[in-house]
């Protein structure tokens, strides 16, 4: 069965994600389908609910940011976060390094160094 969401490019959902803070419910609302819709396409057919995609999306534009080299403060409000302390915390469970070695350690070089 096809859906809304079928004819809604890879591209475009991404942007919407962007748009809508990487939020599931204000995702769902831009792409004018409701919440559960979303939640069963993305468990069905991607094998991952749409927090995880989120999160999945979310962490690599946080990566992409950290790699131009700009501060975890900024990094954090344009990934959706208030408080960089939760970016922080958040980027750290994801990756198991702080956003802060990341940018010292982008470009493929080992980041799981420890700082002396």
């Known amino acids: ?9 890879e591209t475009d959902l991404e942007a919407n994600a962007r748009q809508a803070c990487y939020q ?18 993305f468990t069905d057919e991607r094998r991952i ?12 534009d946080a990566q992409q940011i950290l790699a ?12 959706g976060f208030s408080k960089t302390s939760h970016f922080s915390r958040w980027y750290r469970r994801l990756t198991g390094v702080n956003p ?6 982008n ?3 080992e980041k799981n160094v420890v700082l002396g």
């Open 24 to 41: 599931p419910a204000a995702f769902a609302g831009l792409c004018n389908v409701c919440l559960r819709q979303v939640q069963r396409q």
């Open 107 to 109: 470009g493929g070089i």
């Open 68 to 79: 131009r080299g700009e501060l975890v403060k900024i990094v954090a409000l344009r990934v």
């Open 1 to 9: 069965m096809s859906s809304r969401l079928d004819r809604i490019s």
């Open 49 to 60: 609910t749409p927090r995880e995609w989120l999160d999945q999306l979310r962490l690599h």
């Open 100 to 105: 802060s070695e990341s940018i010292l350690y």
